[in-house]
């Protein structure tokens, strides 16, 4: 149980972090750069319900609010309708927006497949599989959790650089989009750990 809340704090103080700079829907405080209002608005609609998914779904893995049925259903439809659903449609054109190849693919295949996991973890729940239903709910929120890999992993990358002559740190913009693209593939190689684990500790 401790696990689910240790997931919370983190997601709530990232959450934080994220949307900070948007709560006054000033462009001129976008930590990305827009050329236009559209493009902002569209960055809005794509952080905004990030940090919804981000903070809802921790939630979904505790035991006292599985155990709630009702609770449950509803922090779940609201994780996936309010956060995952809006936030990886408007995430798609802001990845193409960027003008990088590397985000353009990976944050675009990223997206893709986070609908695809939120549908499959849906399907799953009608289906009364539930533990299929874990298992997909367990992968998306892998691909939530990006929001946070993606930031951590540049100043890993930086570091990295110290043993070949030092870091520099100019060179973080260039690794952006690295990190955005191996984050959600180390983030989904983690939750497939967890699901293999999870699957032998029932057998």
Same mark, same amino acid.
Do not use: C
């Given at each position: ?21 948007y709560l ?23 952080i905004f319900? !990030? ?6 779904? +921790?939630?979904?893995?505790? +035991?006292?609010? /599985? ?9 779940? %439809? ?7 659903? +809006? ?12 003008? %990088? ?21 849906? %399907?799953?729940?009608? /289906? ?33 650089? !110290? ?9 973080? +913009? ?16 983690v939750a497939?750990?967890?699901? %293999? ?7």
């Amino acid at each position: 149980m401790r696990k689910p809340w240790w997931l919370l704090v983190v997601a709530l103080g990232s959450g934080l972090v994220l949307t900070y700079p948007y709560l006054g829907l000033d462009p001129g405080s976008s930590r990305i750069e827009v050329r236009d209002n559209l493009r902002y608005a569209v960055l809005v609609a794509h952080i905004f319900p !990030a940090a919804v998914a981000l903070v809802l779904g +921790p939630l979904q893995f505790v +035991p006292a609010v /599985r155990a709630r049925r009702r609770l449950h259903r509803t922090l779940g %439809r609201s994780y996936l309708l309010a956060g995952v659903l +809006p936030s990886a449609v408007a995430g798609i054109p802001v990845a193409l927006w960027s003008g %990088r190849l590397l985000t353009q693919l990976g944050l675009t295949t990223a997206a893709v497949l986070w609908l695809v996991t939120g549908g499959l973890a849906y %399907r799953a729940a009608r /289906r009364r599989d539930f533990a299929a239903h874990r298992a997909w709910m367990t992968r998306n929120y892998a691909l939530t959790f990006l929001a946070v890999t993606s930031r951590v992993l540049v100043p890993v990358f930086l570091l990295a650089q !110290a043993p070949f002559g030092g870091v520099d740190a100019a060179s973080a +913009p260039s690794l952006i989009p690295l990190g955005q693209t191996l984050g959600w593939i180390l983030d989904l190689v983690v939750a497939e750990v967890l699901i %293999r684990r999870r699957r032998r500790s029932v057998a």
